[in-house]
């Protein structure tokens, strides 16, 4: 048997350089590159690097030598390299100027297909979704370039479409939950078969070419190809589940590349807002789909007595149903100083009609003069005409108002108004060491107490109920029976023998009465003796030491250090750094708000000084 060397068994054998798996693939790193982003494999961190770098120090990118040998059967590999051979013979026809054979070259240049691969990486359609994500933020990113380097415009109108699409479905099914404005854009939460997906639409600003090139554009353009066909996919079964037409049917300029938007950036962008205003056509009406929605929650209605998680789920579920038609009837104006599409996008998922100036945009369905309008968003101090019908309020008063799940008083959001803070609705469930603004505390307590109060007039109309059932029952008399006992007692004789029963039935009765009395004494003795237990005494202040309280909790945390085995030792610091981080953070927000307060009662009392 031969003897094995170092480095020919264990870590050494499982990991390989990114130099090693060039030459095994036979490609160049900007092939290997997008390779390895459609195929999903990454750079993996070795336990021990010197081991697995054959005692080599220095730090190398390492993959896993599985991996590599995977990407050998990938049949992508091929046109790869077909492509390098046709960029040789490109540039050959270039050098000798044979531009009838370069033509004819072009016609025939290799397609790059990866729909398999979006298949092999999401076997089914709830793995997709789960990592919709980072897919939907890149593509809504690109969605708002112009034509770059690296981003051609054809690449941009196809992520508009495929948004266009999917912010379609999503007003369709009604699946919007949560909603928030942030510096990065505007965050949107929707809930698709059952899963939470979370992704950010950026803030439109005209693109300004940056002098440094920090972000690699083309490392970006690779993910969005994959990006793109898998949305794809997912637009395909999200339509087809909703008995929807896919395609859809949009204007030609969604669709389609015009010259009017290729040269503006202004048309680019209101042609896709245009579009969020239309209707797409259904295939097969939805009353059976509402007929299942109605069984389910009859279904939940049976099962609920037999646990509280059963109530929840029903409760979760009528509040959702309440949350879809939050602005149902309404109808929205939007001025020309808004953003439009978030707007937009929010108003129709939740059964609301919008519309703007349509001398300005293109897409609107309805006039500034129609009376009907419910609502105008507006984001300036004062306006000339006003309709005395509608409410004038500020756009963060839709977003508010979705993520409180019910209309919102529209005095605190009028024009001018200094508004109430902005709260996250993704911050709710975090650890209870983060930090928590006292607005959103006031906001939690007064759910509480409502729920509370709910509470208490069920359970009052639950006990009117059993009380009403519990009604007395008429007694009905008994004439034969008395009948009959007369003409016995007239049959019966007097004896001896019935005056002695008699006798001692009256004793047993007299001798219970005495114990009946008796009982009652012991009765009041035990309630006497409650009394005096419940008595309220005057408490007596007792101080506690801050210092010892401190010291008692730096002895628990050292014991319970010292209890936590050796292996599990490095998480445990971990866990500890994590929780002083939080703490800092915590530490620095309170000190923040404490200053902003202390800033505002200054300003506050100079204002009245000054009046």
């Given at each position: ?25 036979q490609l160049s790193l900007n092939d290997f590159r997008r390779l390895c982003i459609i195929k999903g494999i990454y750079p993996r961190e070795p336990k021990n690097r010197r081991k697995a770098q054959r005692g080599a120090s220095d730090i ?448 047993k009765e007299a001798e219970a009465e005495d114990d009946e009395e008796d009982s009652g004494k012991a009765k009041e003795k035990r309630k006497e003796e409650l009394k005096q237990k419940m008595t309220v005494k005057t408490g007596e202040v ?70």
């Open positions: 048997m031969r003897r094995l060397k170092k480095y020919d068994t264990g870590t050494a054998t499982h990991y390989v350089t990114r130099r090693q798996a060039l030459n095994k693939l190398k990118i390492l993959y896993h030598a599985k991996d590599i040998r995977f990407l050998l059967h990938e049949p992508i590999v091929w046109t790869l390299r077909k492509y390098k051979i046709f960029n040789r013979q490109a540039d050959r026809d270039r050098a000798l100027k044979d531009f009838q054979k370069l033509r004819r070259r072009l016609d025939r240049y290799p397609e790059l297909k990866i729909d398999h691969i979006v298949k092999e990486r999401y076997p089914t359609f709830i793995d997709a979704v789960k990592d919709l994500d980072d897919c939907l933020t890149l593509l809504f990113l690109f969605s708002t370039f112009p034509s770059l380097k690296f981003v051609p415009r054809s690449q941009s109108s196809l992520c508009r479409r495929l948004t266009v699409e999917f912010m379609h479905a999503i007003i369709a099914a009604k699946a919007l939950r949560k909603v928030f404005i942030s510096i990065k854009g505007y965050y949107f939460q929707a809930s698709i078969k059952g899963q939470m997906v979370t992704w950010i639409i950026p803030h439109y600003y005209p693109f300004k070419p940056q002098p440094k090139e920090e972000v690699d554009f083309k490392v970006m353009s690779i993910f969005v190809e994959f990006y793109s066909i898998m949305l794809g996919f997912v637009n395909f079964r999200l339509y087809h589940g909703l008995n929807l037409h896919y395609p859809p049917q949009m204007p030609s300029s969604v669709t389609e590349l015009s010259e009017e938007s290729a040269k503006s950036e202004a048309a680019f962008v209101s042609e896709r807002i245009a579009a969020l205003n239309m209707d797409i056509l259904k295939t097969v009406a939805t009353e059976a789909d509402a007929a299942e929605e109605d069984i389910d929650m009859d279904l939940l209605a049976s099962t609920s007595e037999q646990s509280d998680k059963m109530d929840k789920i029903r409760a979760e579920a009528i509040e959702e149903k309440r949350l879809k038609n939050l602005f149902e009837g309404l109808k929205f104006f939007i001025n020309r100083e808004v953003p439009r599409e978030p707007l937009v996008f929010i108003i129709r998922c939740f059964g609301g009609t919008v519309s703007w100036d349509k001398v300005l945009f293109p897409g609107a369905s309805f006039d500034e003069s129609d009376e009907s309008i419910t609502h105008q968003i507006a984001d300036r101090p004062n306006m000339g005409k006003q309709y005395i019908s509608r409410d004038y309020i500020q756009p963060q008063w839709i977003f508010d108002c979705v993520n409180r799940r019910t209309l919102l008083p529209t005095n605190l959001y009028f024009l001018g108004v200094e508004l109430p803070p902005h709260l996250s609705p993704f911050t709710a469930e975090e650890a209870d060491n983060s930090y928590v603004p006292p607005e959103q505390k006031a906001l939690t307590e007064d759910q509480e107490m409502s729920e509370e109060e709910k509470l208490s007039d069920s359970e009052e109309e639950e006990e009117e109920e059993e009380s009403a059932e519990e009604e007395p029952k008429e007694t009905k008399p008994k004439g034969k029976k008395l009948k009959s006992r007369n003409e016995q007692n007239k049959s019966e004789k007097s004896t001896d023998a019935q005056l002695e029963k008699a006798y001692w039935q009256e004793r007792h101080k506690e030491d801050a210092e010892q309280v401190k010291k008692q909790e730096i002895q628990e945390q050292r014991l319970h250090a010292r209890m936590v085995k050796p292996r599990h030792r490095n998480l445990f610091r971990k866990l500890l750094k994590d929780k002083l981080t939080k703490n800092k953070e915590r530490r620095i927000l309170e000190n923040k708000r404490q200053r902003i307060d202390t800033e505002k009662k200054q300003q506050k009392k100079k204002r009245k000084i000054a009046g």
